[in-house]
């Protein structure tokens, strides 16, 4: 039995482009910055890796509809070799995530802060709001289970692609 599967969570570092094969099928290539667990030895952060993708299909036309430069994104695929050779005749090796699904990795409302936050250290004078205040995570009364993280979706209803 084999297992090839890949998943993972970071952010996208380019608009995705949508473009189409000679044989008609749409595709979009990205990279994901992921986050290493550790920093090394005298950094202050961790270091990312920049992870090269491929989706085909409806997964290309979602993702180059819905997400952009910044965005947190959650890639499930399969990891694929890609050997060749260079100008110079050197053998070369690529690897690359083949999408099979993604899914967003933060809500509506988590991209809004950030770019407010992101437009108040750019603008601090036309970005004059009060400030959030942070609050204890809420939990379901009935089960004790935390909803910090569960999103209210009637706002949003209008723009799922389902």
């Known amino acids: 039995m084999n297992i090839n599967k890949v998943m993972l969570m970071g952010r996208l570092t380019a608009d995705p482009e949508l473009k189409m094969s000679a044989s008609g099928i749409p595709n979009v290539r990205f990279s994901v910055a992921v986050n290493r667990r550790f920093a090394r030895q005298g950094e202050d952060r961790p270091t990312a890796d920049f992870i090269r993708c491929t989706a085909f299909r409806q997964t290309a036309e979602f993702v180059s509809k819905y997400f952009r430069k910044g965005s947190v994104i959650i890639v499930f695929g399969s990891l694929q070799n ?22 967003f990795g933060e809500t509506k409302q988590d991209r809004n802060q950030a770019r407010d936050q992101e437009d108040y250290s750019s603008h601090p004078q036309a970005a004059a709001q009060p400030a959030n205040t942070a609050s204890a995570p809420s939990s379901d009364p009935d ?20």
Do not use: C, H, M
């Open 143 to 162: 089960t004790g289970v935390n909803t910090e993280f569960f999103a209210d979706i009637k706002d949003i209803e209008d723009e799922l692609p389902f």
């Open 82 to 103: 890609d050997n060749y050779k260079d100008k110079d005749g050197n053998d070369r090796q690529s690897t690359t995530v083949i999408v099979d699904e993604v899914q």
